[in-house]
């Protein structure tokens, strides 16, 4: 089994910056998982934000392009989306997933094998 914890939100006002931090562990887990943060905002569907696989290769939705970055450090098993440039449409429960490392990269959430239990972001306009 595979263990997801996320921390790092909270409330901004909009234009400034959160990092969200992801920790993974279970006997199970692996470097070579592909990790990825979604997000999902009141009354709507989940939606990708960005993934990084086991090499670092990185995709990201169109509407948080220029603005967020996912990155991981393996050695401490947690993978990082600093979102910079904050707007009111970013307010949502941002959510860590892991999946087996094939595909190299997936945007559909149900490739993902495993979630963490979603941490808020609310951003102030």
């Known amino acids: 089994q595979v263990q997801l914890v996320e921390s790092g939100g909270g409330l901004v006002q909009a234009g400034g910056s959160l990092r969200l931090s992801c920790a993974a562990s279970?006997?199970?887990?692996?470097?070579?998982?592909?990790m990825a943060w979604f997000r999902q905002a009141l009354g709507k569907e989940r939606e990708f934000v960005a993934t990084?696989?086991?090499?670092?290769?990185?995709h990201y939705g169109d509407s948080v392009k220029g603005r967020f970055t996912i990155s991981r450090d393996n050695a401490k098993n947690t993978v990082y989306l600093q979102m910079n440039n904050l707007q009111s449409d970013d307010t949502a429960v941002y959510y860590c997933?892991?999946?087996?490392?094939?595909?190299?990269?997936?945007?559909?959430?149900?490739?993902?094998?495993?979630w963490g239990q979603g941490t808020q972001v609310t951003v102030s306009s």
């Open positions: 990084i696989n086991w090499s670092h290769a990185v």
């Open positions: 279970g006997r199970t887990f692996s470097n070579y998982y592909a």
């Open positions: 997933a892991a999946r087996i490392p094939n595909p190299p990269l997936a945007t559909m959430a149900a490739k993902y094998d495993y």
